[in-house]
């Protein structure tokens, strides 16, 4: 009886162990063909970050130059007008967007290696290190954001990589806090058990048996948050907490014009709709992605 347990049960744990990456692909791959929703959403995310990567390259002018005269209303000499000194106002919406958008993409990196390395570790320890590393987590989630971005600031001076550090730090807790939970819920889930069984490694199990089951909520998770983030970044840099004059940041751009907001609104109007635009799109995408996930 024992040789014939041990023959059932080491076909299923091989099996699980070499196929569970490729299980979820292929799902992924159905779920891309048969859920409209997802596709929509991933093909959005792709055109976006392809035209903010080749923003500067669709801008027609220099950013940073001026090129005519100032307070150029639009769809005159220039189709979103110019700014107090003359500089294209598209020219530099488009490359303010960029900025955005990239650095929002670099914040959840940081959370998703970060806190996901953390909620994995935390998740398939349990006990002391799962403690230890929750608690940690908190104190980092009490952390007031615009404080610390604040503090930060002042500290090594007003810079967007010191703003991306300061949000960074606050963010990757969240990204903790869901990864242990799909941990703990994979935990009991049979092919886990077959493979503790079949003797396999803490690194193995944590790699190839629970980090697939969290990916689905880490996908749906970093969508949603990309529109938080381009808001949250926008505020801090309308603080001033961004990179300084006269880098194109949307924040500071609708904050430096608000004097001239009655006369000449399209110089901080303008900034504002760049801002919306990369936000609505990026919770669109995120609620597709979210809907096209619900099965995997």
């Known amino acids: 009886m024992t040789n014939s347990s041990t023959t059932i049960n080491t076909p299923i744990a091989l ?3 070499s196929s569970v990456f490729s299980k979820v692909a292929q799902r992924f791959k159905m779920l891309l063909i048969t859920r409209k929703s997802l596709v929509v959403g991933v093909s959005i995310i792709a055109t976006i970050t392809i035209l903010c990567f080749f923003a500067p390259m669709l801008a027609p002018y220099n950013p940073l130059q001026p090129v005519g005269t100032p307070f150029s209303p639009p769809f005159h000499s220039f189709l979103f ?15 303010g967007m960029k900025s955005s958008w990239f650095s929002a993409l670099e914040v959840i990196a940081s959370g998703v290696i970060i806190g996901g390395s953390v909620g994995l570790i935390a998740g398939s320890s349990r006990g002391f290190l799962d403690n230890l590393l929750m608690r940690i987590t908190d104190a980092f989630l009490s952390l007031p954001g615009p404080i610390l971005a ?6 090594l001076g007003p810079s967007l990589t010191h703003t991306l550090i300061a949000v960074s730090v606050v963010w990757w807790p969240f990204y903790a806090r869901i990864v242990r939970g799909e941990i703990n819920a994979q935990m009991s889930r049979p ?33 949603l948050d990309v529109g938080n983030l381009i808001l ?9 907490l961004g990179a300084p004059a ?5 924040g500071a751009m ?12 399209w110089t901080s109007v303008m900034p504002a709709i760049g801002i919306f635009i990369l ?12 809907a096209g996930l619900e099965e995997l």
Do not use: K
């Open 279 to 290: 936000a609505f799109l990026s919770n669109v995408c995120g609620d597709l992605i979210r």
């Open 232 to 240: 949250t970044l926008a505020g801090l840099s309308f603080l001033g």
């Open 150 to 155: 604040i503090a930060v600031v002042a500290a």
């Open 246 to 250: 006269p880098a194109p940041e949307l």
């Open 15 to 17: 099996t699980s162990s």
């Open 81 to 95: 007008g110019s700014d107090s000194i003359g500089r294209d106002e598209l020219s530099r919406v488009l490359a």
């Open 254 to 265: 609708a904050a430096r014009n608000l004097p001239y907001l009655l006369q000449d609104w």
């Open 191 to 223: 092919h886990v058990e077959a493979a503790r069984l079949s003797g396999a490694g803490r690194t193995r199990l944590m790699i190839f048996h629970l980090l697939p089951g969290a990916i689905p909520a880490i996908v749906v998770t970093a969508s």
